[in-house]
Structure formats: C-alpha cells, structure tokens
C-alpha cells in the first residue's frame, strides 16, 4: 500500500503545539472518514468510494507511523499508539508483517514498563494475526499467554484469552480443533466455577452446547447439548447473568435449534415464541451493535483499566470481558427464519404463515441491504456483515422453495430457485453446504414438474454419492434424500437401470443409525421399502410392517406429506376394490390430508379413489362429482406430471390418469412420489 507522508520538521517551529497529539487527532479523523466510505461500499459509485476510502485510510496510517517514528511520546502513550496502529493494518489491510513487527516491539515495551492491560490486548491482537499466516502457530502463542496470565491471576484475561482460542478452533473445524475446543471450555468452566463467575459459566455452557449442535446431528449431540442448555437456564436467575440480554437470546435460539434439530414441532413452537418475545423485548443497554459486556466479580478491581479494551472496568468499579456478537437487526432477521422453521410443519393449515415469515425476512433484508447502522466500522467488517446477509437471504430462499415444493407450487418454486442462484452467485467463497442445497433443490425440482432425466443427473453428482464422505451432519442428510430419490426414480421395471435397486438399497446400511435417528427419514426410508423388491417382491405382512412405521414417525413429526403419501399407498395396498365402511374411511382420510397439505398432485390421485370407491359403493352421481374435481385439480398440474390417457372404457367424459413419467410402483401402478 503506498504511504502518505506527514513531516514533523513543523515541531520546532511553534514549541507551544503538541504535534505528535494533533497527528493523532487528525489520524483518527482520517480512519473515520476512511471507514465513512467503507460504509457505503456497496453503493452505485462504489468504486469512487473504494478510491477515497484507501487514500484517506494511507493518510490515517502515515499520521500514526509518524508519531512512533519521528517523536518521542510517553511509553504508555507509544504502546497505546502501536496498538491502534496494528489494529487498523489488521482490519483494514493485508499487511500482516508489519501489524506483527508493530505488536512485537508493542509487547516489549509493555513487559520492560509493566502494561499489562496493553500488553494483553496486543498479544489477544498479536495471536488474530498470526492466525492469518499460520493456524498452529497462534495457537502455540496463545498458549503461552494464557499461561502467563494465569501465573499473574489474571482471570478476566484467561477467560478472554480462551474463549478466543476456542473461537479460532472452531474456524478450524478438523475433529481434533473441536475436540480441543471442548477442553478449553472445560477450562473456563473450572476456573469460573471455583471464582463463582456465574455469567461466564452461563455463556460457557451455552457454547458448550452450540458445539455439541455443530459437531454432529445425533441424538446424543442433541442430548448432550440440551444438558448444557439446562444447566445455563439454571444460572439465569442470577441477578447478574439475568440482566445481559443477548445471552438469554443466545440460550433461547440455542435451545430452539436443539428442538429444530430433533423435529420436535410440539417444543419447537414455544421455544420459538419465547425467542420472539425476547427479541421484541424493550433494552437499554444500548449495544445495538452486538456487543455486550461479560460481569467478572472475582478480577480484582485495581488490576482492571477503565477504557474500551477487550477487559475493563466500569465508573462503579465492576470488571467485564468485552464480547462482538451480531447487531440486533442481523438477530432479528435470523429470527424470522428460526420462527418459519419452527412453523413449517403446519404451514398449510395455518394461512401459509411459514412461507409468511420467510418473505417478510426477505423483504426486511432488502430494505437493509447496502445500509449499515455503524458507521465506524472497518471495510473488512462491513464486507463481513454484507456476507454474511448475502448467505442469510440465501437460506431464506432455500427454506421457501423447499416450502413449495411441499404444496406442489413448482411455477413459484422455479422463480425463486432461480432467484437463490442468481444471489449465491455473488457470494464470495461460497459454503459448502449453500451449493449442495442448491443442486439437489435443482433435482427436486426438475423431480416434481417431470424431468425425471435432469434430476437423475443431479442426484447422481459425487457430492451426493453415497460413497462420499459427507463434510457435515447436513451434507449425510442430502446423500441419504438423494439416494432415495435415484430409487423412486429407477423403481419402474421398465427403466434401464431398475436391476441396480437392490444394490443401491444395501449401499444404505452405513448410513442406517442415522436414519433410524432421523424420523422424517425414517418415515421415507419405510415407505421406499414397503414398494420396493429387496431383493424379493414386498409381501402383505412386510408392507404393513413399513408402512405402520412410516406412518407413526410421520405422526411423530407433524409431516402432513408423509402422512398423506402414506395413507394414499395404505388404501391402495390393502382397500383397492373392497366395498365398506372402513375402505371410505382409509381413502377419505387420504384425501383430507392431501388437502391439508395443499398437494394437488395427491389431491388428485386420492380424489381419484374415492371416486373409485364410491362406485364400487353404488353411488355413482356422487363419484363422479369427486371424480371431477380431482380432474381440475390434475389440469393445474406441470406437463411433466400429467398425461392425457383419453377417455376410459364406460366413462363417457375424458379421464386424467395421474402419474409420473417412469415413476409408478411395479404393483398395479401405485404412484409414488417423494
């Protein structure tokens, strides 16, 4: 980066000015004028702005280098001078040699005048920017520092320290990184427990259990991070911990997830409007920006500055760690699509008030996009936050489409797939997860309006092989819904390559605990194996033996689309031609909840049946009126999913035989969908 430079020769020419004090007000001057422009970089003349941001960045810069080179200034002075300097090389440059010169010589002059407060917050720096270069070796650092600060009893510092060192791990996120993760917060939670810290304990088991959440998606992950949960709730009583509200946010959406996690709609509703009512609750702590402050009674107060660093000591003497979170609005906004998640599972019986918050979220973050609250904020902050919306808006749209699909809704879902490609797009360094839940939403899509060939090509990418080695407890979860989906795919005797079904079904083993833990999964997994030859053609007994399982994991979880898909199979498979009472019954039942479910594809195949049934009954007049309907509801279906079969033998009008393409079951041509 090319320097400015600022002459100090003016020093001797006026003995009654502080120089080095007016270069440093005019540094921070330019750093704010600098970050002014940071602020609107995502503006239309952006560019421009990008121009005057690193011009008047250099020039901040300059003031601050002059300062340290060309005057003497008192020690504390200096090191406070270094600090700022290498801060702003770290948030706002890639030059990450000279912020670790400057922090290098920063830490020795702390140590020669015992600074310990400044030499913690350059070492706490000093560790961010060796982890830029080099992961392992700021963690060796901070090792050391933590070991030192717990020879002086420095505990605000420990804390400080530690919880940075887990924050780096976690960015890491190699088993070992987690594993060492675990033991640090063991760590704090030992010392806090001895010194009766009780809002670091609180956050300490709170992350305790966003670890166990992100380290894996079973039941015992679950379990285990529920009891963490319950013992930070049991600390929320405190006086302390009980006034910091975005640690009580922080348990509720914690909490939420773990509910989320386990498909428990009956817990996650009332997790959901606890978290509403907090995020709507009236605060006046004024930290609007995500940041809070963490109370550590047992710091000895004289060892603890009044100031902005990352310890510090309040006007009434007590001693807080200092913590960034997100800005309200950010957690506002995840609020919406918590709550919709938390929702979905009756979205089509309550006004579509899932897909409601998912659309007022996106309209939220539209009307804050390119705007940021904080108007002194670094450009790699504000890129951060830009990001990180980008991202949310992401998954927004990937929770809509999916929601209608659900309901059949495929002109919608294909306008919005497009929109959550054309937004992914521009995401620098793109998830992982983003693009897998991209692709196989593609598939699903293509899948529902009949293009059986384009899905098939998706589903069988290497990232959803089954032989993949799946980078998260999300990515197992799409390998096994895209196997499933290539099964009901090439499930017709007629497709080239249905002889690989028992193959491809056996390939499923591995992945079996999962999907027996997994109770939507577990539901499709039984459906699939009630229709399709393992090796053997499905018997009576064994059909009903998974499709009883399928349906009550689908009762477990409120799924209104495997309950319906399950009934619709039920009738046909065992009511199919009789005459009773409890034959309307089963295919009644079957058409209720594909109304519930607002499916017009299921509509239409149970519509179908009790019209067949009521004309095996004798009541013709009333068969045909629901044979109707279910023909206008077949009309609205994709080309792809509809064929015009012509008029059936002694039906006088022309009757729409639903099915998709390739996808009908090798019994009598039972459809089946997924």
């Known amino acids: 980066m090319p320097r400015a430079t ?37 503006s239309k003349d952006r560019s421009n702005n990008m121009r005057q941001y690193y011009k008047l960045l250099t020039t901040g810069l300059a003031c601050l280098e002059t300062v340290l080179k060309r005057f003497k200034v008192q020690p504390q002075l200096e090191a406070n001078v270094r600090l700022r300097y290498a801060s702003v090389l770290y948030e706002d440059t890639e030059n990450m040699l000279e912020a670790e010169q400057c922090l290098s010589e920063g830490i020795k002059l702390c140590d020669r005048y015992r600074f310990f407060d400044l030499k913690y917050n350059m070492e706490h720096l000093l560790a961010q920017v060796l982890f830029k270069a080099s992961p392992r070796a700021a963690m060796k650092f901070l090792d050391g520092v933590i070991k030192n ?59 305790e259990a966003l670890v166990h959440l992100r380290q894996s998606s079973s039941a015992e992950s679950t379990e285990q991070a529920q009891r963490a949960l319950a013992f930070a709730r049991s600390l929320q009583h405190d006086p302390v911990v009980g006034q910091i509200p975005q640690l009580a946010l922080l348990i509720n959406i914690t909490d939420l997830s773990c509910s ?68 309200w609005t950010d957690l506002y906004m995840l609020g919406y699509l918590l709550s919709s ?39 790699s902050t504000v890129s951060s936050r830009h990001i990180w919306r980008q991202t949310l808006r992401c998954f927004f749209q990937i929770h809509l489409v999916f929601s209608l699909c659900t309901r059949t809704a495929w002109e919608d879902a294909q306008q919005h797939l497009q929109g959550l490609k054309d937004n992914a797009a521009v995401i620098p360094q793109q998830p992982i997860l983003l693009s897998l839940l991209i692709q196989y939403l593609d598939a699903m899509v293509n899948q529902g309006i009949g293009h059986l060939d384009t899905a098939l090509s998706i589903f069988q990418r290497p990232c959803f092989s089954i032989t993949t080695k799946p980078s998260s407890p999300a990515h197992t979860d799409l390998i096994i819904l895209s196997t499933f989906n290539i099964i009901l795919i090439l499930h017709p005797l007629d497709h080239v390559l249905h002889r690989t079904l028992p193959a491809i079904l056996s390939s499923l083993h591995p992945y079996l605990p999962r999907i027996q833990s997994t109770k939507p999964l577990l539901s499709a997994y039984n459906l699939i194996l009630a229709i399709t030859p393992n090796p053997d053609p499905p018997t009576i007994p064994r059909t009903k033996q998974h499709l009883q399982a399928a349906l009550q994991a689908a009762k477990s979880v409120s799924s209104i689309q495997l309950q319906c898909i399950t009934l619709n199979i039920m009738s046909y498979k065992f009511f199919k031609g009789l005459v009773g009472e409890q034959a309307e019954k089963s295919v009644r039942a079957s058409e209720n909840l594909a109304r519930k479910g607002m499916d017009g594809l299921w509509r239409s195949v149970s519509a179908r049946s009790v ?15 629901v044979r109707e309907m279910g023909r206008e509801i077949a009309r609205r279906l994709p080309e792809g999913v509809v064929q015009w079969e012509g008029e059936r033998e002694g039906d006088g009008g022309g009757d729409v035989v639903m099915k998709r393409r390739q996808e ?8 089946v969908y997924y």
Request: with cysteine.
């Open 611 to 625: 019209a067949e049934t009521l004309e095996m009954a004798g009541r013709v007049e009333e068969a045909g009126r």
């Open 341 to 379: 998640m938390s929702l979905a599972h009756r979205n089509t019986t309550d006004g579509l008030r899932s897909e409601q918050m998912l659309k007022e979220g996106l309209r939220t973050l539209d009307k804050n996009a390119g705007k940021s609250e904080f108007i002194c904020e670094s450009v």
């Open 6 to 42: 600022v002459s100090a020769s003016a020093a001797s020419q006026n003995p009654f000015v502080d120089h080095s004090h007016l270069l440093l007000g005019l540094a921070e001057e330019y750093l704010a004028a600098a970050r002014g422009k940071a602020y609107s970089r995502t």
């Open 664 to 671: 009908t079951s090798t019994n009598n041509d039972i459809p």
């Open 149 to 207: 600060a717990g020879a002086y009893q420095h505990t605000a510092w420990i804390y400080a320290l530690r919880f940075l060192k887990i924050a780096l791990l976690l960015q890491l996120s190699t088993h070992q990184d987690i594993l060492s993760a675990h033991s640090q917060l063991r760590s704090i939670s030992t010392l806090a427990d001895r010194t009766a810290d009780k809002a670091v304990l609180a956050i300490v088991s709170t992350l």
């Open 260 to 327: 989320l996690q386990q498909f428990d709609p009956t817990q996650a509703v009332p997790k959901m409007q606890a978290m509403q009512a907090l995020l709507e609750s009236p605060r006046d702590d004024g930290n609007e920006d995500g940041t809070f402050s963490l109370p550590v009674p047992s710091q000895d107060p004289s060892r603890a500055p009044h100031g902005n660093g990352i310890v510090r000591k309040d006007l009434t003497g007590s001693v807080s760690v200092r913590f960034s979170w997100a800005p």
